[in-house]
């Protein structure tokens, strides 16, 4: 039967949700009409308290934390224009080969630690505000606690992870070093066929354990990160997957779907629809209303009713060998960190870039097949014909409301 009390997590208090509100006062001079977009965004969701921290979902900071102060400041009242979300591969090394792996076609040589604490304080100091680390697998960083606690300094930091040989020591460490939230890779109920998917012996109970080891450690949120199918998704399957998660006690669920990132996946067949998208939408806002585990679908924060898609813009990946893409599926480079500094390759790719209320990935990954003969990710020039000749949509809901004020 699925739990509707997670361990290390409750609802948050309404007066916790108060002080924490009151203690920006700024947020008062925000126009009325981006004020109640966010109100009614905010109501889909059911506040978490973990260790301290009031948590919407694990894509933004706690409510109660520096990093969303300078959300309200930097990006709502200051309207900067740096990135707000970023991603950052600490290594490329990984035991799986995921078959929907986003990073397979991605070569070159990895950056040490110094270079990525560069990384993330040009990103800080570009705006950003939340901050995934991914790889690879990430945990194979030896120094990756150092990486956290640098990161941590006014970011809120993610892990993604297989979960693959963390202990309970590690765990801890990387909580202590400022960790608020982890997605084990999970996809399925099915032992065989998670492991299919990961093309690894074994991945299925390691996820489990490593969900163990983490919602064991205390002020942790803990979540799973699932890949769907068009199939699954269309199926039905989706609903019993989430009611598999309720079952092992997580916190939030991250879904997201399989992506057009590279040639084996540039398939009509596998890409989604926007019906099956809207379905997702419908699920997540269906569990929400329940007690339990948080449904956090990329695709209902992207969608056109919320915040769309701002890959280039308000989204930046920097893999592990220093290349830069619009988002961590992107197979696009607009220049090397070695080569070039951070903060003039963030404005140079932004100009191409406009917050749309469609994917940019879905919407143009047959444009990308077109100029990918020298492999991918594509170099900056293809990446640049390809921005130039891209779709894209009008601007989601919210950047509508924003750009009008």
């Keep these: 039967m699925a739990k509707t009390q997670v361990p290390?997590?409750?609802?948050?208090?309404?007066?916790?949700?108060?002080?924490?509100?009151?203690?920006?006062?700024?947020?008062?001079?925000?126009?009325?009409?981006i004020s109640l977009f966010l109100l009614g965004y905010m109501r889909k969701f059911r506040a978490r308290d973990v260790g301290g921290n009031l948590i919407l979902h694990s894509h933004l900071p706690p409510l109660n934390s520096r990093a969303y102060g300078r959300f309200i400041e930097d990006h709502l009242l200051k309207r900067t224009e740096g990135p707000s979300h970023a991603q950052v591969a600490v290594t490329n090394a990984?035991?799986?080969?995921?078959?929907?792996?986003?990073?397979?076609?991605?070569?070159?040589?990895?950056?040490?630690?110094?270079?990525?604490?560069?990384?993330?304080?040009?990103?800080?100091?570009?705006?950003?505000?939340?901050?995934?680390?991914t790889g690879g697998e990430p945990l194979l960083k030896p120094d990756l606690a150092k990486i956290v606690e640098a990161a941590a300094d006014g970011c809120a930091v993610k892990l993604f992870t297989t979960g693959m040989g963390v202990s309970a020591e590690r765990a801890r460490e990387l909580r202590g070093a400022g960790l608020f939230s982890v997605s084990v890779s999970l996809d399925h109920w099915d032992e065989k066929v998670h492991d299919a998917g990961r093309r690894y012996p074994g991945a299925f109970r390691e996820a489990l354990r490593a969900i163990d080891v983490f919602l064991a450690t205390p002020g942790l949120d803990v979540g799973v990160s699932a890949v769907l199918s068009r199939p699954m998704i269309r199926g039905g399957e989706a609903e019993r997957f989430l009611e598999f998660l309720q079952g092992l006690g997580v916190h939030e669920a991250w879904l997201s779907e399989v992506m057009p990132s590279s040639g084996p996946l540039w398939n009509d067949d596998l890409v989604i629809t926007e019906d099956d998208r809207l379905s997702l939408?419908?699920?997540?806002?269906?569990?929400?209303?329940?007690?339990?585990?948080?449904?956090?679908?990329l695709g209902h924060f992207e969608g056109r009713e919320h915040f769309g898609c701002n890959a280039g813009r308000r989204m930046v990946y920097v893999d592990a060998f220093g290349d830069v893409s619009p988002c961590?599926?992107?197979?696009?480079?607009?220049?090397?960190?070695?080569?070039?500094?951070?903060g003039d390759i963030l404005p140079e790719m932004r100009r191409l870039f406009g917050s749309s209320d469609t994917c940019f990935l879905r919407a143009n990954y047959r444009l990308l097949e077109r100029h990918a003969a020298d492999g991918l990710p594509l170099r900056?020039?293809?990446?640049e014909r390809v921005a130039a000749e891209a779709r894209s949509g009008p601007p989601a809901e919210f950047f509508r409301r924003f750009e009008r004020n």
């Design 8 to 33: 290390g997590s409750k609802p948050a208090r309404r007066r916790d949700l108060l002080l924490a509100l009151a203690a920006r006062p700024k947020a008062l001079r925000l126009k009325p009409s």
């Design 94 to 133: 990984c035991p799986q080969r995921c078959l929907f792996c986003y990073n397979r076609d991605r070569a070159g040589r990895v950056m040490d630690t110094g270079t990525i604490l560069d990384v993330i304080r040009d990103l800080r100091r570009a705006g950003v505000f939340w901050l995934g680390l």
């Design 281 to 297: 939408v419908g699920l997540q806002d269906r569990m929400n209303r329940g007690r339990g585990m948080t449904v956090n679908y």
């Design 328 to 342: 961590v599926f992107t197979p696009m480079t607009f220049g090397n960190v070695r080569d070039k500094p951070l």
């Design 380 to 383: 900056r020039a293809a990446s």
